[in-house]
Nanobody, 121 residues
Framework: VQLVESGGGLAQPGGSLRLSCAAS????????LSWARQAPGKGLEWLSA????????RYVDSVKGRFTISRDNAKNMLHLQMDTLKAEDTALYYC???????????????WGQGTQVTVSS
């Protein structure tokens, strides 16, 4: 079971980036997935989650209206479209897989290695 993030990089304030997470080794559509991030010197922050069937997208207030989570179950891909980026969005971004199919209450059992996002002029 593996998750591999990509798409990070340097963006200007107000700009956009699209992160992707390639999944393998499990039945992709059976599991909810999430994005989280860790900024320098700070703890891990949950950002967004989506159910296995692509419904019920949820967001932390700090990214609501700016970030959009989506998934392509045919390609085993998870995405995070990030618009109107701010300097405080600078962080290492991770995707994570729910530990239990259909139930997010059991936390996550697989994490990617992370992709760095830096927002700076």
């Amino acid at each position: 079971v593996q998750l591999v993030e990509s798409g990070g990089g340097l963006a200007q304030p107000g700009g956009s980036l699209r992160l992707s997470c390639a999944a393998s080794g499990f039945t992709f559509s059976n599991y909810g997935l999430s994005w989280a991030r860790q900024a320098p010197g700070k703890g891990l922050e949950w950002l967004s989650a989506i159910k296995g069937d692509g419904t019920d997208a949820r967001y932390v207030d700090s990214v609501k209206g700016r970030f959009t989570i989506s998934r392509d179950n045919a390609k085993n891909m998870l995405h995070l479209q990030m618009d109107t980026l701010k300097a405080e969005d600078t962080a290492l971004y991770y995707c994570a897989k729910d530990a239990r199919s259909g139930d997010p209450a059991y936390g996550y059992d697989v994490w990617g290695q992370g992709t760095q996002v830096t927002v700076s002029s």
